[in-house]
């Protein structure tokens, strides 16, 4: 099991990283919040964005870049089930014409991250099939 005082980064419509922004500059710490989980201690920043707003994709880049410079990034999480990710990296992949013109903010984190920690991000979404069924 692999220590957890890195930071787990989950992109969300958000982002999870570390309990200590203090690093971080003001103007990625706003519309943001910082924790330790309860049960594991492994800090968390989530980060709230816009999806598909080039603000949202520059600023979480710029939150991962800036917990992997500084070796503190453990894994990256995003907001997505298996199905609607294969999708997404389908139709959009790094240097497509579409990803040129509708770049967003979970492949951006995943890609950013994947320098940093040598793995794939974690997806953490219920499955667009589960969901479906219920509506």
């Not at 309860?38 to 939150?63: D, F, L, Q």
């Not at 995943?110 to 940093?116: I, M, R, Y």
């Amino acid at each position: 099991m692999r220590a957890f005082s890195k930071i787990t980064a989950l992109c969300f419509g958000s982002l999870f990283s570390p309990a200590r922004t203090w690093a971080l500059r003001p103007d990625l710490i706003r519309q943001t919040l910082s924790f330790r989980d309860r049960r594991t201690g492994v800090p968390v920043h989530i980060i709230g964005t816009m999806h598909y707003n080039p603000h949202s994709i520059a600023k979480t880049r710029a939150i991962i870049r800036s917990y992997g410079e500084s070796d503190r990034l453990g894994s990256v999480v995003v907001e997505s089930c298996d199905l609607r990710w294969k999708l997404v990296q389908k139709t959009q992949p790094a240097g497509s014409c579409l990803r040129a013109v509708l770049d967003n903010e979970f492949q951006a984190a995943a890609e950013a991250g994947e320098g940093f920690t040598g793995s794939d991000a974690i997806l953490a979404d219920e499955d667009v099939g589960d969901n479906d069924a219920r509506i």
